[in-house]
């Protein structure tokens, strides 16, 4: 008897979940999918799908797993911005001798009306706030805040699906835990509310958090954003088909 192909899936975006429960129904294949276990609820659904939380401790270990589990395809679904991951992922995948394939949400591009200052890393954000604005909304995710902590004189509205650790260093303002999918009309608000006068967004891609985006062309707020760090060489695709094509063409 044949043993099933084995797909391991590392993810914490929602597109981890729904790549593992399609192929789960593609016969022979059996797929597990790894969520980094930076949000302390993920999204997982009441699909008969497998999983596992945390970390693998570097290429190593991912290595370890791979070989322990007899892995024999390696899907990366992982956030645009959890760059050492995918370069771990590259690694353990070469040493182990299996396919890897990388899923990626096409970046956001500016579009006409936009106003975007776009620079490379958080750091380069917090440089470009001073005189930008005095209410900025920040939603760049609880990693990131201690970065943004020492700028003076101004106000932040952050926005995170868990709170910072107790003892981070947080900018002053208001924190809102919430998670996506957001409308138009209640980001429109939420920026006209608190008189927001400037964003501070990483460019994540995708349809959940698009929305703000689309309110500060309308309001006329400028948008730093803060492009995506550089990911491993490899095989790319950016939609769910190409994803579970490739597992049936392997």
Known sequence: M????????LGGTTEAVAIATQINQIPGVEAIASLAGRTQQPVTQTNPVSF??????GVAGLADYLSQE???????????????????????????GIPRLMLIRPPWKPVLGDDWIEVNTNQAA???LPGLAERIFLTIGRQELPTYSYVKN?????RMIDPPEPNLP????QLILQRGPFSLESERSLLQEHKIGAIVSKNSGGDATYAKIIAARELG??????????VPEGEIVTDLESVI???KNQ
């Open 221 to 230: 707020i400028t948008v730093v954003m803060v492009q995506r760090p550089p």
């Open 52 to 57: 596992r939380i945390g970390g693998f401790g």
């Open 70 to 96: 007899h892995i024999d395809l390696l899907i990366d679904a992982t956030h645009p911005f959890a760059a050492q991951i995918s370069f771990n992922a590259a690694q353990a995948a070469s040493k182990s």
């Open 170 to 173: 947080i900018p002053p303002g």
């Open 2 to 9: 044949n043993h099933k192909k084995r797909v391991l899936i």
């Open 154 to 158: 101004i106000w932040f509205l952050m």
């Open 126 to 128: 917090a440089k470009t």
């Open 245 to 247: 094509s490739w597992v």
